[in-house]
């Protein structure tokens, strides 16, 4: 399974579905970075993403970017395919 990256932080309820939907599917590590705790790791995450907001999702190299996109991926099956590569 390929590491997953996610920026987040303590209060976003957008970062805790996407952790619970990594986790229904098999995922038993996601490594985290908090944007809240640590506003350098934000201004990077804006650098390399072009967004604000978070939840930002990497599988592997892939950037999945917010819940939104993470849920459209489930909806198609790519997520799978993704968390199986």
Do not use: F
Request: aromatic share 4%.
């Amino acid at each position: 399974m390929p590491k997953v990256l996610m920026y987040c932080t303590a209060v976003c309820p957008y970062c805790v579905l996407a952790e619970r939907l990594l986790r229904a599917r098999g995922v038993t590590e996601i490594e985290k970075i908090r944007v809240d705790l640590q506003p350098e790791q934000r201004r990077l995450m804006m650098e390399i993403t072009g967004c604000r907001t978070v939840p930002q999702i990497y599988i592997g190299t892939r950037l999945v970017g917010t819940y939104d996109n993470l849920v459209a991926l489930e909806h198609s099956g790519e997520l799978s395919q993704l968390l199986n590569s």
